[in-house]
């Protein structure tokens, strides 16, 4: 038996794969320290909105499908909605219910105008072709029209949707608004109203995050061997600055495999591999191990990048670094992290870690609205000076409240947001 499957009673009837009672469970802990009321627990723990959509779609050879949609809106105490759109077969509600969740305890970790959204739509991108993809994301967008805009809810990239999918919503939103509105979406393209350095962001921000945690353990940066799950935006652009930085990149994996180089990885050519070749499948100058063996391997830094989920109960006891920083989105369950914090393994939850994306998104919204657009040192700076603030705030309320940095910054995030729901109050 591993040290997961004897934890207490309640957590074994959990299921450990639902991301959203995961989310549950870490914010029920919070809580517990913030000594929040019932009421007030449920109040902040529901989604505000959801919403399922049919996706009725003409197909390139004439037949008609359709896909389903979702788009959840957590809560708005503090402003919009905000939160990424993801397109992939297995998307479900509890899933895009607990990404929504996050997105609130994100954006109130870095302490940025917004609340909490995120939506899905259940397709396949790869089998699809680029005018399907179009037709799905407008037709989507149609159907969740009244509840998107700058001031209500603002879409972003997730996993399989990019600066196209973004042009394409905002196209679709300004052109039943009959005016251009570029602030109800980020990550766009520049010459659309995106902002410098938004594609970098989410994997700048786990780069500070990986810098600071590092600091606290009296490591630099040329004394560590990193694996990175995940090449994607996270994944790819993460591992680059990184490597950049003086870390040895040991490993760095797709959905198909990793690859592996004790001396370590030479990251631009990986990327220029990838993008050629459509996957590191192949990649001279490394070995291939399955995405099982890349999470066991000897290193200092383990970044999940990819999804949710990947460290759990049956794994955890194979997992060797000594810090993680969680790019992706939930991926440790709640079992997991238990195990990682009796070991004592530094774990940068993905509420913070992964921050850099929002709060850029956030300096985009701030731009189009102003119509002026900053340079990509100053977007650089000002997520700086936000990343590493927010981790010495979550760093000194885990040391407060004796906790994780997880536990540490879901207090930190629903504080703000109690603070602000108790000078609202309820609306009757
Ligand atoms: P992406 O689509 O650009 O890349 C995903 C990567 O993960 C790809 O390399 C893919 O091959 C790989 N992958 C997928 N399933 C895998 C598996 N089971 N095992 C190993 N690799 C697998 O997506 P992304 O934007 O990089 O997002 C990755 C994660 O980061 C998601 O959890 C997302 O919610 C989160 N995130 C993204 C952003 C952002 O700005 N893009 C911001 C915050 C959080």
Redesign the pocket.
């Known amino acids: 038996m591993s040290n997961a499957t004897a934890v207490d009673a309640a957590d074994a009837k959990m299921d450990e794969f639902n991301p959203f009672q995961a989310m549950a469970k870490r914010f029920e802990v919070a809580s517990d320290h913030l000594g929040l009321e019932p009421g007030v627990r449920d109040v902040l723990r529901t989604p505000d909105r959801e919403l399922t959509v049919a996706i009725p779609v003409e197909m390139d050879d004439g037949s008609i499908r359709v896909f389903k949609g979702y788009r959840v809106q957590h809560n708005f105490l503090r402003g919009p909605c905000k939160g ?1 759109i ?1 397109f992939a077969p297995n998307v479900h509600l509890d899933e895009v219910r607990a ?1 929504a969740a996050w997105m609130t305890w994100k954006c109130s970790v870095v302490d940025v105008p917004f609340g909490g959204g995120k939506g899905g739509v259940i397709c396949n991108p790869i089998e699809l072709s680029t005018g399907e993809l179009e037709r799905i994301t407008r037709r989507y967008t149609a159907s969740i029209l009244d509840i998107l805009g700058p001031d209500r809810d603002v879409p ?5 949707t990019n600066e196209q999918t973004m042009a394409w919503i905002m196209d679709t939103y300004s052109m039943h608004q009959r005016r251009t509105s570029t602030a109800v979406v980020t990550g766009k393209p520049l010459n659309l109203g995106g902002s410098r350095g938004r594609r970098e ?2 994997g700048r921000g786990v780069m500070i995050s990986c810098r600071e945690a590092l600091k606290t353990m009296g490591l630099q940066p040329n004394e560590t061997g990193v694996v990175v ?8 652009i993460g591992a680059l600055l990184l490597h950049r930085e003086g870390h040895r990149i040991l490993s760095i ?3 198909y495999g990793a690859i592996y180089n004790e001396k370590g990885l030479d990251m631009p050519a990986v990327l220029a591999w990838l993008k050629d070749k459509g996957r590191l499948e192949g990649y001279p100058e490394a070995d291939h191990l399955t ?1 099982a063996e890349q999470l066991a391997l000897e290193c200092d830094v383990l970044i999940p ?4 989920n ?1 460290i759990h109960s049956e794994n955890v006891d194979q997992v060797k670094a000594k810090l993680i920083i969680e ?3 939930g991926p440790t369950t709640a079992l997991a992290d238990k195990v990682l914090e009796d070991r004592g393994v530094m774990v940068v939850p993905d509420i913070l870690a ?1 921050a850099g ?1 929002v709060t850029v998104s956030y300096f985009e919204w701030v731009q189009d609205r102003m119509g002026y657009f900053w340079t990509e040192e100053i977007v650089n700076s000002r997520l700086e000076q936000i990343m590493v603030g927010a981790f010495s705030e979550v760093y000194a309320k885990s040391k407060e409240h004796g906790v994780s940095m997880r536990t540490g910054a879901y207090i930190q995030a629903i504080e703000r947001v109690v603070t602000v729901y108790r000078m609202r109050g309820i609306f009757a």
Do not use: H, I, K, Y
């Open positions: 990424g993801r990404l972003a990239p997730d996993m399989n962001a989410t799950q995940g090449s994607g935006n996270v994944g790819g994996s797709d959905m995405s990048a990819a999804t949710e990947q790019g992706a989105n992964n994306g």
